[in-house]
């Protein structure tokens, strides 16, 4: 007797809970000055921790993409759970940056790689009638996370200090993972939702690429730097949001915890909103709008002094960030099938490592020497009208390379 296939709609809603709890990860510019403050370490110092976790999730969520076919979403997600909800609780124990490294950088960013593959691999392949709706939807919640987090955690540094912050916020990830975790599991074999027929496709769709032949192909490479471009823009802005709102605005602490909870809105909303769009108006000219956008954001963000003007640019910024990840993994899928798109996409978010190095280092050291924001931000400004290039050349592989 087959099993019941389980209502698609209700995994969906657990990979949103899945992604709130490891998009908290963006609330991390609300610890950087009661860091820096407790134990006098330096602003690049402090934001090294969230470079170390960006740059470890691309190759984890390679390796969970290819755990996965291995063994089941549910045992990867378990894994994430374990390693992310511990890692951030054992950064309540701090007393030296290497250990803040360790705990909250690299088990933290492991385990937020392992988890993030899960529900975007899984659920496109539920909803093959819906593939940009819903990959944008998958990730939402992941740019939501800080929304939920950040004014809770700006709360608990001010009663319980910052360590024992990282205490309670480990143990409430590690319970909302694996709750969420239970419910992820692949669709069975031949599954088509009811009344839904695949278009007519050519070789290259109906038969998928494999990872290595993905990688023949230099379409893998050019979305590789569409998704490291936009998130460099973006990543720089999350990594000192709270700290650049105080400085070029004026506000207090308290309100600029409330704007980082703000932004990430639009960070969710983008992810849904682009993800959606693109299924309408195509997934390059998205990528082109969201280039073009930025490059005139970040060129007005210096001289943004009110708070209103500079949330609104900030904001914009972020639903641009959000949209870059909303949209790839469908414009992955379109392009290379999706039977192996938790490989082929998730080695692709090496290109989330590499910006969640780049952007946080240029903008953290720039700030640093030169005393302002302002130089960094009329480079990312530079770099994006740079990047609009590349969406005007980029075009579907030919189906000859799609197997090994």
């Known amino acids: ?57 691309g190759f984890a969520t390679f390796g969970g993409g290819i755990w996965m076919r291995r063994s089941s979403p549910r045992v990867v997600a378990l894994a994430a759970g374990a390693l992310y909800g511990l890692g951030i609780f054992l950064a309540s124990f701090t007393s030296s940056l290497g250990w ?8 933290g960013g492991i385990g937020l790689g392992l988890g993030y593959i899960v529900p975007v691999a899984t659920l496109v392949k539920w909803f093959p009638d819906k593939r ?18 950040a004014p809770i955690a700006t709360r608990l540094i001010e009663t319980v200090g910052v360590l024992s912050t990282f205490a309670w916020l480990g143990i409430a ?29 050519g070789g290259r769709q109906a038969s998928g690429y494999t990872l290595q032949g993905a990688l023949r192909s230099w379409q893998w490479y050019g979305l590789w730097m569409l998704l490291f471009l936009n998130t460099t823009a973006g990543i720089a802005i999350i990594s000192q949001a709270a700290p ?34 693109s299924d309408f108006i195509g997934r ?46 469908a414009f992955a899928a379109d392009y290379f099938g999706t039977e192996h798109v938790g490989s082929i996409y ?31 931000l009329y480079i990312i400004a530079g770099l994006m009208l740079v990047s609009a290039v590349i969406p005007l050349i980029v075009r579907p592989p030919a189906a000859e390379a799609a197997t090994s």
């Open 1 to 57: 007797m087959s099993q019941p296939i389980p209502n698609r709609w209700i995994i969906a809603a657990a990979g949103v809970v899945m992604q709130i709890a490891l998009g908290a990860i963006y609330a991390w510019s609300v610890f950087r000055t009661p860091l820096v403050e407790q134990f006098g370490w330096t602003i690049s110092q402090v934001t090294f921790t969230f470079t170390i976790a960006i740059f470890v999730v």
């Open 100 to 107: 803040l490294y360790f705990s909250y950088g690299l088990l």
């Open 132 to 149: 940009g709706m819903i990959t944008g939807l998958a990730v939402a919640g992941f740019g939501a996370g800080a929304l939920i987090t």
């Open 173 to 201: 990830y590690l319970v909302m993972i694996v709750a969420a975790a239970l419910f992820m599991q692949d669709p069975p074999a031949g599954y088509k939702p009811a009344g839904w027929e695949p278009a007519a496709a």
């Open 244 to 277: 650049m709102t105080q400085e070029i605005t004026g506000a207090t602490a308290a309100v600029a915890a409330a704007t980082v909870g703000l932004i990430s809105i639009a960070n969710g909303v983008g992810r849904l909103f682009w993800a959606w769009l």
């Open 284 to 329: 390059r000219i998205v990528f082109l709008t969201m280039f073009l956008l930025q490059a005139l954001v970040f060129w007005l963000l210096p001289s943004a002094g009110a708070l209103f003007a500079f949330s609104v640019l900030a904001l914009i910024i972020l639903l641009c960030y959000g949209g870059g990840f909303g949209t790839m993994p």
């Open 346 to 376: 998730g080695l692709m978010l090496t290109a989330w490592s590499a910006a969640g190095v780049l952007g946080p280092t240029l903008i953290a050291t720039l700030r640093e020497s030169t005393g302002s924001y302002n130089q960094a």
